[in-house]
């Protein structure tokens, strides 16, 4: 089968990393609302970092088609507001001298787990409801470093893709030789 110019890259809404954001921007979005003060430019701040990346896994993936270059600069700013809103949830419980779940603990284990099993923001935001907002940045924190790690992965395989296959313009040449036979 003959290679494609413009090959259709899928869903984006398929891949895990976009669903861990997305389920990170809802209980961020729902923690600030509920117990940060309005007003407040760590609200904003956090907001916006955790909109950040989700969108640019989006516009990177849209961008994949003609600019592997593109994709993956928009997937490390998303990597890297995430990075950000991991520091605001930490700096909330730091400053407040609330409990950040240690290493091997009962709850973070338990998050982990979830995580791995669930990208369904609707899921966290049902245990979010029930829950105070220390646990709520516990969980933040777990979904965060789980979606860095998913983001972590998914350039590493860009990367190779791209060391191995070439660009938007390797690729508009394969295509050319194709057709005409060479």
Not at 74 to 91: C, G, I, T
Not at 102 to 115: D, I, K, N, V, Y
Request: hydrophobic share 35%; proline share 2%.
């Amino acid at each position: 089968m003959p290679e494609m110019l413009i090959p259709n890259r899928g869903n984006y809404k398929k891949l895990l990393s976009y669903q861990k954001a997305d389920a990170i921007f809802q209980l961020t979005f729902y923690f600030c609302e509920q117990y940060l003060q309005k007003g407040d430019r760590t609200v904003d701040q956090m907001v916006q970092a955790a909109r950040s990346g989700k969108q640019n896994i989006v516009e990177g993936c849209m961008a994949s088609t003609t600019s592997a270059k593109t994709e993956l600069k928009l997937l490390n700013v998303a990597k890297a507001s995430l990075h950000e809103l991991h520091e605001d949830f930490e700096d909330y419980l730091k400053t407040r001298h609330l409990r950040q779940w240690e290493e091997g603990s009962a709850e973070l284990e338990t998050m982990r787990r979830l995580g791995r099993e669930h990208n369904d923001g609707a899921y966290f935001m049902e245990i979010a409801r029930t829950r105070p907002p220390e646990t709520i940045a516990n969980m933040a924190i777990v979904l965060l470093k789980q979606a860095d790690y998913l983001l972590h992965k998914q350039i590493q395989r860009l990367a190779d893709d791209f060391v191995n296959d070439g660009g938007f313009s390797e690729r508009m040449m394969r295509v050319r030789k194709q057709k005409r036979g060479y």
